[in-house]
C-alpha cells in the first residue's frame, strides 16, 4: 500500500493526498487554474490536440466553472 501523510506521520494508507486534506496546514490553498492562454491558437497542434484536449475536459466537467480559453495568434 501507498504511504500516506498522517498528522506528520507516514502510514500505509488508501493514498490520500496531503495537499487535499483540509487538516494539513503545512501550505497555503492555491486557486484552481481559472484560464488558458493559447499562442498560435490558429496552428495546427492547437487545431488536432490542444483544442480537442480542452474540449474533452469541459465534457467531462474537469474544468473550474470560472474557466476561459484566450487564443492569441499573428
Do not use: C, H, W
Not at 484552481?32 to 496552428?43: D, E, I, K, Q, R
Amino acid at each position: 500500500m501507498p504511504e500516506t501523510y498522517n498528522g506528520g506521520r507516514t502510514t500505509a494508507g488508501r493514498g490520500r493526498n496531503p495537499l487535499r486534506d483540509p487538516r494539513d496546514r503545512r501550505l497555503n490553498r492555491i486557486a484552481g487554474p481559472s484560464s488558458l492562454v493559447l499562442f498560435g491558437v490558429t496552428g495546427d497542434l492547437a487545431r488536432k490536440k490542444l483544442m480537442p484536449a480542452v474540449y474533452d475536459l469541459a465534457n467531462r466537467g474537469l474544468l473550474p466553472p470560472s474557466f476561459a480559453l484566450v487564443g492569441f495568434a499573428r
